[in-house]
């Protein structure tokens, strides 16, 4: 009967990659202990309810009465030991499920045969209707398997026709509750069958849902352990260890909790993928990478693949004795490997790193990204010093320092010696085809013509405040350059957040524009996303009272900080531009499916999208694919001085028409 009620259920996806034998195991297993406690409590609520009839015995059956009040009483004290001992004694529910049911049939017949000796025949044939009761609870009170509650009812059935025989009643009233009780057991049972499929049923879908969510939970763990790991080493991937890197800033914010961030580089690795190629390559680079990571782990610490041949190790810091040993067994380690590498310039056999490190420091002032410059700056150092050796970031060095007092002093005098100058690299509109603007950057030599990379002076001009005044000098330059006569339609400038949270910086570049007669629409300020932008007041009412000016506020490198969402909600920029690192990613089908979701955000915030990097056909072909507006990179052009800058034809009518309306306007 199980069997056909197996056959009789839709199957499922689980169901039929199952053997059915297993399945109708997994059901009676599945919600055991519940239906045993249900059975217990069942029983014992009948029972109670069996022995509160004996009321109905003392006023229908008085002759018999006391007989069968301790018919009762003997029956169900009897089935109550013996369901505590078989539910004690963890007996199968197959057995408990028996127990029930010989106390449902040993309850009626036991009644019944000591009930039918009364001779109050009438009062008897009253009281016999509600035999049935135990029908009711052998097919729905209680959750019996189908064969089990059958044949419960039809003992109940056989016993309740053959006391019909043991006194006297009419033949209506045989025919009349003769019926009725056929009737109850067919109802019954039809409903205990439909139960037990359902009941089948329900445990068939749960079962599935359970094994679809557990496998929908073991895809989604596979899939961020894709997401955080680089598919070559095993190691953390740039993203996780860039999400550890602020962890460990948070913590030593908060608590105090110092770390060493450490970048490796293997030496000559170019050479050695020439050399041995690419599989060796990657081989090495493995091998690299399980060594550092069982070293790291053993310190405490965490390490990731941040690129190409590029390690980053994060640990705990003590003291700066303990980062220079933590460095410098980075570097044995590798060593020791002793991996060929006849073909260095150096004439070292075996592949080897160079490591730079930096570790926190209590500075006034001090970023995230610091510590990460810091440690590329000393990795920097250790390239220059041979290779194959660590460097710890001195503050003190002026060799490794960032902040030079030679750059400070450099600027003070820069605007005056005419050290500075701007070059030019042009926007171009993907529909229009044309030049349709160009962004402004900002260039410093020394006195000797050397030039000093603006990832050298930045920084320095913002720590001593020379860049207000380079900024408005900037801004001016723009405006004089190119907006003044028409070379392009807009232009746009790099502020720094200093710039913003100075105080009459929105006036400053209001009286540019009414100097230079320069509308304020075609002058776009670019705010680069990182962590020094901090979105207090200041900053969002400086950028309000630019927007009032028709001044166009733009986002730069969108996708590389921590905080860009939050701006995207903070403050209604007009044009967003996507980071380089995302164009060039899209050669991996990750990569392209990372920018399409960007570029979906970006437009159905309705904001108009600009990407850097474009650098040949195939990249500019998917721009247009993907419907971006506006781009920049090499293939458009590279940032040139204004002598050399060169925005086309296109853009030479457009001086024109706008020249032709300026001379309707006056006539």
């Known amino acids: 009967m199980t069997q056909s009620l197996v056959d009789l259920v839709e199957p499922t996806p689980y169901q039929r990659k199952t053997n059915p034998g297993e399945l109708r195991g997994l059901y009676r297993k599945e919600g055991e202990a519940t239906r045993r406690n249900s059975a217990r409590q ?152 439909k ?56 913590n030593w914010q908060r608590y105090g909790k110092g770390f060493v961030a450490l970048l490796v580089d293997v030496d000559f690795f170019k050479r050695f993928n020439d050399y041995y190629g690419h599989q060796e390559g990657d081989r090495c680079l493995v091998r690299v990478a399980d060594a550092l990571n069982v070293m790291i782990a053993g310190k405490g610490g965490s390490i990731g693949r941040y690129g190409g041949e590029e390690f980053i190790a994060l640990a705990p810091f003590k003291d700066e004795r303990g980062v220079a040993a933590l460095a410098e067994d980075i570097r044995s380690t590798v060593e020791k490997l002793a991996i060929l590498h006849s073909h260095r310039r150096d004439g070292i056999p075996v592949v080897t790193v160079s490591v730079g490190a930096s570790f926190t420091r209590n500075q006034t002032g001090t970023k995230l990204e610091k510590i990460i410059h810091e440690a590329d700056r000393a990795l920097y150092l250790a390239k220059a010093h041979g290779r194959n050796c ?70 320095v001009a913002e720590r001593v405040g020379a860049i207000l005044g380079l900024g408005r000098w900037a801004i001016r ?17 790099n502020v720094s957040p200093i710039q913003l949270k100075a105080p009459g910086f929105a006036a400053a570049v209001a009286a540019i524009l009414g100097e230079t007669g320069i509308a304020g629409n075609r002058l776009a300020l670019e705010i680069t996303e990182g962590l020094e932008m901090e979105m207090h007041s200041d900053v969002l009412r400086c950028i309000g009272d630019l927007k009032l000016l028709g001044v166009n506020i733009w ?65 500019l072909e998917l721009m247009r694919q993907l419907r971006i507006d506006q781009i920049q990179g090499y293939h458009v052009g590279r940032p040139v001085p204004l002598e050399t800058f060169d925005a086309g034809p296109q853009n030479r009518r457009y001086r024109q028409d706008r020249l032709a309306k300026g001379v309707r306007k006056s006539a």
């Open 42 to 193: 069942g029983l014992w609520l009948a029972v109670g309810a069996y022995l509160s009839f004996s009321v109905i015995d003392l006023l229908l059956l008085p002759d018999v009465a006391l007989h069968v009040i301790a018919a009762r009483f003997a029956i169900g004290i009897t089935v109550l030991v013996a369901l505590e001992i078989v539910y004690h004694t963890d007996t199968g529910t197959e057995w408990l499920d028996l127990t029930c049911a010989t106390a449902i049939v040993a309850g009626y017949v036991g009644w019944l045969a000591v009930a039918v000796t009364t001779h109050y025949t009438e009062n008897l044939s009253y009281f016999m209707v509600f035999g049935s009761t135990f029908m009711l609870g052998a097919n729905l009170f209680f959750r019996f398997r189908f064969l089990l509650s059958v044949l419960t009812s039809s003992i109940i059935l056989l016993a309740f026709f053959a006391s019909l025989y043991l006194f006297p009643v009419s033949m209506p009233y045989q025919i009349a509750l003769g019926s009725f009780y056929v009737s109850c057991f067919v109802f019954t049972s039809y409903v205990n069958w």
């Open 555 to 619: 986002l730069d490198d969108f996708g590389t900080g921590f905080a860009g969402l939050s701006w995207l909600r903070l403050i209604d920029f007009d044009t967003v531009k996507i980071d380089r690192s995302f164009l060039h990613d899209c050669d991996s089908e990750k990569g392209l499916a990372m920018l399409q979701d960007i570029v979906g955000l970006l437009r159905n915030r309705g904001l108009k999208i600009l990407v850097e990097g474009v650098e040949n056909e195939e990249q």
């Open 390 to 459: 660590a460097r710890l970031f001195d503050p003190n060095d002026p060799e490794s320092s960032d902040e030079s007092e030679n750059i400070a002093a450099l600027l003070k005098i820069a605007l005056e010696q005419n050290l500075v100058s701007m070059v030019y690299q042009p926007i171009q509109g993907i529909s229009s085809g044309r030049i349709e603007g160009a962004e402004a950057l900002m260039r410093l030599k020394m006195l000797d013509g050397t030039s000093v990379p603006p990832s050298l002076f930045i920084p």
């Open 477 to 493: 330059k723009v405006c004089e350059d190119l907006l003044v006569f028409d070379r392009v339609e807009i232009a746009s400038v």
């Open 195 to 250: 139960l037990n499929r359902e009941r089948y049923n329900v445990f068939l879908n749960a079962l599935e849902a359970k094994i679809q969510h557990g496998e929908a939970t073991e895809r989604g763990k596979a899939l961020l352990r894709l997401s955080r790991t680089d598919p070559l080493t095993g190691l953390e991937n740039r993203r996780a260890i860039d999400e550890k890197l602020r962890e460990n800033w948070s």
